[in-house]
């Protein structure tokens, strides 16, 4: 089936870093969104991005739309612990007659104070 | 805030029995969608609906289960005969077509 990978699997970082991971995948997307998952809870939107090249910000979170429709990345900048969560990309109108999401495989973010 | 809405949270059953899952997607959303996501997994779709049927689904979504609009506030899926292997998280979602917003899940056990 899809496959959208992202990397790292996992990240272990400072309070106060800044992280970067991205999201590549085989096949073009119109839509690409970028989801916070904690324990036991669902995913929860950050940033939602429309058009290839585009960069959007949502506080301390930047995403880029992949110029080839391909790829993402998410950066988040001066991490607190509450950013502790799985993130997860997802595309959404792969052949353009569809809306479901394609998620990604997950990014565990570990922040130490 | 609007907010899609789960119930119950969790949902222990024996394997063979039928389960319904429960959701209120936001109120002026047209679009309904369930997903799973087995432990330490990603997020698998399952099935979308709108207009009242079906208009889309995953090989996930075989004859065991089937969705309902019974209202104009709830969306429910159903499992028949449940399995082992369906044990999961099961999230509800709505959208007015490009953002998609979650419940908060059911977590389904199989024993």
């Known amino acids: 089936g899809q496959q959208l990978n992202q990397s790292p699997q996992s990240m272990f970082i400072q309070e106060g870093e800044d992280v970067s991971m991205n999201c590549t995948s085989s096949?073009?997307?119109?839509?690409w969104l970028w989801y916070k998952q904690d324990p036991g809870e669902g995913p929860v939107l950050l940033i939602a991005?429309?058009?290839?090249?585009e960069l959007t910000s949502n506080g301390r979170l930047t995403a880029q739309f992949g110029i080839t429709r391909k790829d993402s990345f998410l950066n988040i900048s001066a991490s607190i612990p509450s950013d502790v969560g799985i993130y997860f990309c997802?595309?959404?109108?792969?052949?353009?007659?569809?809306?479901?999401?394609?998620f990604g495989t997950g990014t565990l973010l570990a922040v130490q104070p | 805030e609007p907010e899609v809405t789960q119930t119950p949270s969790h949902q222990v059953t024996q394997m063979g029995q039928e389960v319904i899952l429960r959701c209120v997607p936001i109120?002026?959303?047209?679009?309904f969608y369930w997903y799973r996501q087995i432990l330490g997994q990603k997020v698998e779709f399952l099935v979308s609906?709108?207009?009242?049927?079906?208009?889309?689904k995953s090989e996930i979504f075989d004859d065991q289960f089937s969705v309902e609009r019974p209202d104009g506030s709830n969306f429910t899926l159903k499992i028949r005969s449940t399995k082992l292997e369906d044990s999961a998280m099961y999230f509800c979602?709505?959208?007015?077509?490009?953002?998609?917003?979650f419940g908060s899940g059911t977590q389904l056990s199989v024993l």
């Open positions: 609906f709108y207009n009242n049927e079906i208009s889309e």
């Open positions: 979602a709505s959208s007015d077509w490009e953002k998609l917003f």
């Open positions: 096949s073009i997307f119109n839509t």
């Open positions: 109120s002026n959303h047209l679009y």
């Open positions: 997802a595309g959404q109108g792969r052949g353009g007659a569809t809306n479901k999401l394609i």
């Open positions: 991005l429309y058009k290839a090249g």
